[in-house]
């Protein structure tokens, strides 16, 4: 309706910022660009991009980039959702690194997010859970 207000979705937006994160990819070596996205329960949003590496295995991950800016800022849990977008039609979905790396920070506020996997035409949402049956974590130690 026109000049109706619009309310948008917070799914939405999340999406929207894993692909601005992906602008900032660097990623020279494989030419596949990956934005993340975490959204948070005080309403906050931190991104992070693939950064690569002329030395292959240093690179970093996008999911792992914001979580590492996320703790850098002070976050300790409060993950409620992580979108992730990658730059083929298909969806992807975190790697296994980022998986764990994902799990400590969620675990540290006791939250399963919802992953967002995006891709051009299907956008697929999956708990971390489900795609990190079984988990290492912290209680592991005790
Ligand atoms: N990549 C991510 O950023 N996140 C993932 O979950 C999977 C892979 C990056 C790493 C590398 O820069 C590129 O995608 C190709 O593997």
């Known amino acids: 309706m026109a000049g109706a207000a619009t309310m948008s979705d917070p799914k939405d937006t999340l999406i929207a910022a894993a692909r601005g994160a992906q602008d900032q990819a660097y990623a ?26 002329a030395s292959y295995g240093m690179t970093l991950c996008a999911e792992t980039v914001a979580v590492a800016k996320a703790m850098a800022d002070g976050k300790r849990g409060g993950l409620t959702a992580v979108a992730v977008v990658g730059s083929g039609e298909e969806m ?9 790396v994902l799990y400590e920070l969620a675990g540290l506020g006791g939250t399963d997010p919802v992953i967002h996997c995006v891709g051009v035409d299907v956008t697929q949402d999956v708990t971390l859970s489900a795609l990190l049956p079984a988990a290492f974590g912290p209680e592991s130690l005790e």
């Open 28 to 53: 020279p070596y494989s030419n596949f660009q990956v934005g993340a996205a975490l959204q948070f329960a005080d309403g906050s949003v931190v991104t992070g991009c693939n950064v690569e590496n």
């Open 92 to 100: 992807i979905t975190p790697c296994g690194r980022c998986r764990q």
